[in-house]
């Protein structure tokens, strides 16, 4: 991963990188975007607003006006049950919580929150929402709950996120994210003329703000997802380093109400995340997929029969085997597919397998012969949430680590990425297999073929990114891909039919799909061979060149 790697990757983080809090918070309530700055403006991407306070992309107005538009959208809606609130252990996320309060509050929105001083992961909100909906559904006209969760995800120390759930309790759709941003940024260019808000005091005060137990519904409830008696009895030793993350109490808990041999490495909580080491680029990320983020787990595997981790707001998981270490994500998510739909016999007999198109095409592999179909789709988690609401998807997973799946009686458990349960799956998978998910990918590649796999980035400017983004089918004239007869060329997801902002070309044995980066000057190419590495050194080499000839024939 990453073209230029740091020197300092994987080793700790020294003390010249590590943010000054103090500087952050006050930037955070100092600085006033300007919204005719494009930089400055509310723009959701697929995980909501991000930014940093240092920047003027992620400040107290920023969050004012987010939340104004947000209940404006509710009222429009007719959406009248809690919200949800939820907040990760990034520096910026308890100010931007407050600041959310004090106009939700103003707005008369019936708000839960965790007790004083917790932190709530991004699937403890998802749970909630789809608890209350799912109790409340029955009785008439109920008001429907949504959330919001404060975090950046696994983003640096510097940088504030912000993530609205709509009622089906996955990340919202462009078409609500879009709506909202303008909305907020009309907000910041009146100079907030039309914000309600009252002071922070009042707000926690207000008979509308709730306390509620997120992590007591939750893990209460994991045996509903996760065969819990199983890992139990098997007496596995398991390790889970919560990355200083929002789930940092859940594990012991987790530990002592199912009764597991669970050890958690650290539950050191600290805004500059100084005990990280550095992912590939020098930067502290949090990141659960990231072999230069997670050597301290790596370096404990041998501690245990399976370790774990989750980023900031464990809505992604990281899965460390003694015998394979870091497994590559889609390694995992292959025999997580395999072994769940195997394993779930009340699952019902259609619901299928969904997956990213940069995902792995090892999963339409282990799908046919489960003889399950695959509900490929663009980047995004939001384009699974109503599937896995309906119960027409069992799993839904993308390359980056993240996935949800449904309970072990068919019905909903997330509608957002869950880290933790899928964490927890690999300590059932080798319970009830008696292998590990690294012994199992082997046994799953020796049946399926073995897939080499690897991203490479270039630089694009805003202009080579549209057009990437715009590229149609025609504007690919090769018609072979390193040496095999191209098979496909689409821009649209097979799955539902949605723009992949991009362009996929597939050959029987190898692929490669191109998409502009959402948040930096560069494009990605993900490439995929089931013929070996050179195969796929030659895939990445020949994309790079089709993809370049398009984006110059697209400038002139």
């Given at each position: ?204 005060r207000a008979s509308t703000t709730y306390r509620h137990d997120f992590l007591r519904h939750y893990v209460d409830d994991l045996d509903h ?47 500059q995340f100084g005990f990280m080491t550095l992912d590939w680029d020098g930067q502290i990320r949090m990141d659960p997929s990231s072999r ?57 007999a259609h619901a299928a397998v969904g997956k990213t198109v940069v995902t792995t095409e090892l999963i339409e592999r282990v799908a046919a ?188």
């Amino acid at each position: 991963m990453g073209t230029h790697q740091s020197p300092l990757a994987g080793q700790p983080a020294p003390a010249s990188v590590l943010i000054d809090v103090d500087k952050l918070l006050a930037a955070y309530f100092s600085e006033r975007p300007d919204p005719s700055v494009a930089a400055q403006r509310v723009a959701f991407g697929t995980s909501g607003h991000r930014g940093s306070a240092l920047d003027v992309s992620f400040n107290e107005w920023h969050v004012l006006a987010i939340n104004q538009a947000i209940c404006d959208h509710r009222r429009a809606q007719g959406i009248a049950g809690p919200l949800f609130l939820g907040i990760d252990t990034h520096a910026l996320s308890k100010p931007a919580c407050d600041s959310a309060l004090e106009v939700l509050a103003a707005n008369g929105v019936e708000v839960m929150l965790a007790p004083v001083g917790e932190f709530t992961p991004t699937p403890a909100v998802s749970h909630a929402i789809l608890v209350h909906n799912r109790s409340n559904h029955s009785s008439s006209g109920a008001a429907q709950a949504d959330g919001i969760v404060v975090t950046p995800s696994h983003n640096p120390p510097r940088d504030g996120g912000f993530k609205y759930n709509p009622p089906h309790g996955g990340p919202a759709g462009s078409d609500i994210t879009q709506a909202i941003g303008a909305a907020a940024n009309r907000y910041l260019e009146q100079g907030l003329k039309g914000v309600r808000r009252i002071p922070l005091a009042q707000a926690l005060r207000a008979s509308t703000t709730y306390r509620h137990d997120f992590l007591r519904h939750y893990v209460d409830d994991l045996d509903h997802a996760i065969d819990m008696e199983a890992v139990r009895v098997s007496g596995l030793r398991l390790g889970v380093d919560p990355l200083g993350g929002a789930g940092v109490h859940y594990w012991p808990a987790i530990a002592e109400r199912w009764r597991l041999d669970l050890t958690v490495l650290s539950d050191v909580v600290d805004p500059q995340f100084g005990f990280m080491t550095l992912d590939w680029d020098g930067q502290i990320r949090m990141d659960p997929s990231s072999r230069f983020a997670m050597q301290r787990l790596i370096a404990a595997k041998d501690r245990f029969d399976i370790g774990f981790a989750c980023d900031t707001d464990h809505d992604r998981h990281g899965i460390v085997t003694p015998s394979a270490g870091l497994l590559a994500p889609n390694h995992y998510l292959s025999v997580a597919v395999d072994y769940l739909f195997r394993h779930r016999p009340q699952w019902g007999a259609h619901a299928a397998v969904g997956k990213t198109v940069v995902t792995t095409e090892l999963i339409e592999r282990v799908a046919a012969r489960l003889k399950r179909a695959v509900f490929d789709v663009p980047v995004g988690f939001k384009w699974f949430s109503q599937g896995l609401l309906d119960g027409s998807l069992g799993f839904g997973g993308e390359e980056s680590a993240g996935a949800a799946f449904l309970r072990r009686d068919g019905t909903a458990w997330t509608t957002d990425k869950d880290g933790m349960t899928a964490a927890l799956l690999a300590a059932e998978i080798t319970a009830v297999t008696g292998s590990d998910p690294g012994r199992l990918y082997a046994a799953l590649t020796a049946d399926l073929g073995e897939p080499f796999a690897d991203r490479v980035e270039a630089p694009a400017n805003a202009q080579q990114k549209q057009a990437l983004a715009a590229l149609s089918a025609d504007q690919i004239t090769a018609t072979t891909l390193a040496g095999e007869a191209i098979s496909s060329v689409c821009t649209q997801a097979p799955g539902n039919g949605a723009a992949i902002g991009g362009i996929k070309v597939s050959a029987p044995s190898g692929w490669y799909a191109a998409r502009p980066s959402g948040t930096e000057d560069i494009y990605k190419i993900y490439g995929e061979s089931f013929r070996g590495a050179e195969h796929l050194a030659q895939i990445l080499a020949e994309a790079q060149k089709t993809v370049d000839a398009a984006l110059q024939a697209a400038s002139n």
